[in-house]
């Protein structure tokens, strides 16, 4: 569904997401497309992103490995 809102094919999506190409403005392209299915501002987007990362710097902490 993601790749059909941004007009890619689903194995270019996957190759940007698994960092094996990193296209102009895709993060953002990425995240407008994931605002607009889910029906959110962008912003929201950035922020649950943020969070995500805290969460994972926190339970990396609670087990002892330190990013």
């Known amino acids: ?18 960092g094996h190409r990193s296209p102009k403005n895709a993060e953002q392209t990425v995240k407008q497309a994931l ?18 990362e805290l969460l994972n710097c926190l339970i990396l902490e609670s087990r002892g490995k330190v990013p």
């Not at 912003?43 to 995500?52: A, D, E, K, Q, V």
């Open 35 to 52: 605002a607009r299915i889910l029906g959110m501002d962008e912003n929201c987007i950035f922020i649950l992103s943020r969070l995500n």
């Open 1 to 18: 569904e993601l790749a059909n809102e941004i007009g890619w094919h689903p194995k270019y999506l996957s190759a940007i997401l698994n």
